[in-house]
């Protein structure tokens, strides 16, 4: 069954993207894939596909709009990709990465002044890069180890 993207986002039927559907797909931009069928959000025209036959701990996932399908095959039906009794989630991991990202995130909002000049951040980020634990904002000034202020 091909398609062109148009007849996608404005016939298709909920059976045409149906969970667990092994489609190959060629999209506007020439990349050509298969993938399974995850999910599909018609209000957003978002695909979500886990390419190729991965199984185990790691998948690959791809968001994909409909819009940039150029035209699609059906391959066959599988089982559903995300049944609760196949799916491995490391919980110890998630969380470990969650926490790692919340203190970049606080990191590098250590690293923003409130109340500079973007010529002052600018500067306060060239001097970040070669000397990075030394240097952090004061209020409005830079502060080199709390001895030297750069106003």
Do not use: W
């Given at each position: 069954m091909?398609m062109?993207?148009?007849?996608?986002?404005?016939?298709s039927?909920s059976?045409?993207f149906?969970?667990?559907?092994?489609?190959?797909?060629k999209?506007?931009?020439?990349?050509?894939?298969?993938?399974?069928?995850?999910?599909?959000?018609?209000?957003?025209?978002?695909?979500?596909?886990q390419?190729?036959s991965?199984?185990?701990?790691?998948?690959?996932i791809?968001?994909?709009?409909a819009?940039?399908?150029?035209?699609?095959?059906?391959?066959?039906?599988?089982?559903?990709?995300?049944?609760?009794?196949?799916?491995?989630?490391?919980?110890?991991?998630?969380?470990?990465?969650?926490?790692?990202?919340l203190?970049?995130?606080?990191?590098?909002?250590?690293r923003?002044?409130v109340?500079?000049t973007?010529?002052?951040?600018?500067?306060?980020d060239?001097?970040?890069k070669?000397?990075?634990?030394?240097?952090?904002?004061?209020?409005?000034?830079?502060?080199?180890?709390a001895?030297?202020?750069?106003?």
């Amino acid at each position: 069954m091909a398609m062109e993207s148009s007849n996608i986002t404005s016939s298709s039927s909920s059976e045409d993207f149906a969970v667990g559907c092994l489609l190959s797909i060629k999209t506007t931009l020439g990349e050509e894939f298969d993938g399974q069928v995850m999910t599909f959000d018609r209000p957003s025209n978002v695909l979500v596909l886990q390419e190729g036959s991965k199984h185990g701990p790691k998948r690959d996932i791809r968001f994909l709009k409909a819009n940039y399908i150029k035209e699609f095959s059906l391959l066959g039906q599988a089982e559903d990709p995300l049944d609760i009794n196949k799916c491995y989630i490391d919980l110890h991991s998630l969380q470990a990465r969650e926490e790692l990202a919340l203190r970049q995130a606080e990191a590098d909002a250590e690293r923003i002044g409130v109340g500079v000049t973007a010529e002052a951040q600018s500067i306060f980020d060239a001097l970040s890069k070669t000397y990075v634990p030394l240097f952090y904002f004061l209020g409005v000034y830079i502060s080199l180890l709390a001895s030297v202020s750069c106003f």
